[in-house]
């Protein structure tokens, strides 16, 4: 039902995608990431191209502009601008919104998110990561599906999260909108890494325009989005990777996009593409429901005290499966949001029925374990394939 909703993967040819990775400092994450980078770059040219990690054209962010960009560090390197690699955003105070290709490869061991700064020389908190979710249609040749979910071990001690903008929203970004991306990257091409945060502004780019045959010939696919200049000289690119591509939204601002990849950076009409939030923030809020929290630890014996903390755990169990299906029927046509919903009430009302016996034998305890264990289950059973996790 899931994978009908959040529809199916198409076919498509990449001639031209570069994926945007991170710069070469130091650590062996970047070795990593560089080294594929050029494995794409003697794919689609022939030749090993050297990366060019940077935000082009752009000036330093004001201190306290962004305080949900996050940047992702390499866990075994103390040193915070040698270790960071690409960016993220806060979408909550225990959830990172970055790019699969930052993350492909990695254990949740060998990631931390450094919250907390605009400046990787000084100040922040790392925080180390619980798990890693790549979008299981992530395709490392094409770069399609580019989005991932990294939760975090702690809350982030940073009160400042950003929304993304969802399927209903989608004409909030049209070209000629102006965006702004924000990032750690290179800003000469010559290996001049920024410590301080940076900004650039331009324009979203239409996909006819983008999948023109002196663009990218016609391997954007519905879940990118290209903006940059078709003279060339801003834009985005490696150590940028992850970061957010952001556009107003009132007094504030809505994440439309991720930075995914392009053709050098910079280059004319070779614009940058990100990740389109509005074809796969569905997906990112219906894994954030789906994920199960540790929830209390309840005694194994019958009591008042173990009653209450199933009880708990039954509710909070309860809340996630409510609002797994509210985001599954926000994301899904008329149809089949009313057969989801259809489906759910069908299987609340079977419930006392499945936990009657778990009820006879084992009264009020058992039924409450019951039905966390049917209610869990249940949980996972509709995020099934949702998610590749790495934990």
Same mark, same amino acid.
């Given at each position: 039902?899931?994978?009908?909703?959040?529809?199916?993967? /198409?076919?498509?040819?990449?001639?031209?995608?570069? +994926?945007?990775?991170?710069?070469?400092?130091?650590?062996?994450?970047?070795? /990593?990431?560089?080294?594929?980078?050029?494995?794409?770059?003697?794919?689609?040219?022939?030749?090993?191209?050297?990366?060019?990690?940077?935000?082009?054209?752009?000036?330093?962010?004001?201190?306290?502009?962004?305080?949900?960009?996050?940047? /992702? @560090?390499?866990?075994?390197?103390?040193?915070?601008?040698?270790?960071?690699?690409?960016?993220?955003?806060?979408?909550?105070?225990?959830?990172?919104?970055?790019?699969?290709?930052?993350?492909?490869?990695? #254990?949740?061991?060998?990631?931390?998110?450094? %919250?907390?700064?605009?400046?990787?020389?000084?100040?922040?908190?790392?925080?180390?990561?619980?798990?890693?979710?790549?979008?299981?249609?992530?395709?490392?040749?094409?770069?399609? !599906?580019?989005?991932?979910?990294?939760?975090?071990?702690?809350?982030?001690?940073?009160? #400042?999260?950003?929304?993304?903008?969802?399927?209903?929203?989608?004409?909030?970004?049209?070209?000629?909108? *102006?965006?702004?991306? @924000?990032?750690?990257?290179?800003?000469?091409? $010559?290996?001049? !890494?920024?410590?301080?945060?940076?900004?650039?502004?331009?324009?979203?780019?239409?996909?006819?325009?983008? $999948?023109? +045959? $002196?663009?990218?010939?016609?391997?954007?696919?519905?879940?990118?989005?290209?903006?940059?200049?078709?003279?060339?000289?801003?834009?985005?690119?490696?150590?940028?990777?992850?970061?957010?591509?952001?556009?107003?939204?009132?007094?504030?601002?809505?994440?439309?996009?991720?930075?995914?990849?392009?053709?050098?950076?910079?280059?004319? $009409?070779?614009?940058?593409? !990100?990740?389109?939030?509005? #074809?796969?923030?569905?997906?990112?809020?219906?894994?954030?429901?789906?994920?199960?929290?540790?929830? +209390?630890?309840?005694?194994?014996?019958?009591?008042?005290?173990?009653?209450?903390?199933?009880?708990?755990?039954?509710?909070?169990?309860?809340?996630?499966?409510?609002?797994?299906? %509210?985001?599954?029927?926000?994301?899904?046509?008329?149809?089949?949001?009313?057969?989801? *919903?259809?489906? &759910?009430?069908?299987?609340?009302?079977?419930?006392?029925?499945?936990?009657?016996?778990?009820?006879?034998?084992?009264? &009020?305890?058992?039924?409450? *374990?019951?039905?966390?264990?049917?209610?869990?289950? *249940?949980?996972?059973?509709?995020?099934?394939? /949702?998610?590749? %996790?790495?934990?």
């Amino acid at each position: 039902m899931l994978r009908k909703i959040l529809g199916t993967a /198409l076919a498509v040819l990449l001639a031209t995608a570069m +994926p945007l990775q991170a710069a070469d400092k130091a650590g062996w994450i970047k070795g /990593l990431l560089d080294s594929r980078q050029n494995q794409t770059a003697q794919r689609l040219t022939g030749t090993a191209l050297t990366a060019t990690p940077r935000i082009i054209g752009g000036t330093q962010a004001k201190p306290g502009a962004w305080p949900f960009v996050v940047a /992702l @560090v390499d866990a075994t390197e103390p040193n915070n601008y040698q270790a960071q690699f690409c960016g993220g955003t806060l979408i909550s105070q225990i959830w990172v919104l970055t790019a699969s290709h930052c993350v492909d490869g990695l #254990a949740a061991a060998d990631l931390q998110i450094l %919250v907390g700064t605009q400046n990787l020389s000084t100040g922040g908190t790392r925080i180390s990561v619980s798990r890693i979710i790549m979008h299981p249609r992530y395709d490392s040749v094409t770069t399609d !599906y580019d989005v991932a979910l990294v939760q975090l071990a702690t809350v982030a001690p940073v009160n #400042a999260t950003i929304p993304m903008l969802r399927s209903k929203q989608s004409a909030r970004a049209d070209a000629g909108d *102006r965006a702004t991306v @924000v990032g750690w990257g290179d800003t000469t091409g $010559n290996a001049t !890494y920024p410590a301080a945060l940076r900004q650039v502004t331009v324009p979203i780019v239409s996909q006819t325009v983008c $999948n023109a +045959p $002196n663009a990218y010939g016609g391997t954007i696919t519905a879940r990118m989005l290209c903006a940059g200049l078709a003279s060339g000289g801003k834009d985005s690119c490696g150590g940028d990777s992850g970061g957010p591509l952001l556009i107003p939204a009132g007094s504030g601002w809505i994440q439309a996009g991720i930075v995914s990849f392009g053709i050098g950076c910079a280059l004319p $009409n070779k614009y940058g593409v !990100y990740t389109r939030l509005s #074809a796969l923030s569905g997906w990112v809020k219906i894994m954030q429901s789906s994920i199960r929290s540790s929830g +209390p630890r309840c005694k194994t014996g019958p009591g008042a005290s173990a009653d209450s903390c199933l009880s708990a755990a039954v509710s909070d169990a309860s809340t996630r499966l409510r609002n797994l299906i %509210v985001d599954i029927a926000d994301e899904a046509s008329p149809e089949q949001a009313k057969a989801a *919903r259809a489906s &759910e009430a069908a299987w609340r009302s079977a419930l006392p029925g499945i936990c009657a016996y778990d009820r006879a034998t084992g009264g &009020e305890t058992g039924r409450l *374990r019951c039905e966390l264990r049917e209610t869990q289950k *249940r949980i996972e059973d509709l995020s099934d394939g /949702l998610g590749t %996790v790495a934990n």
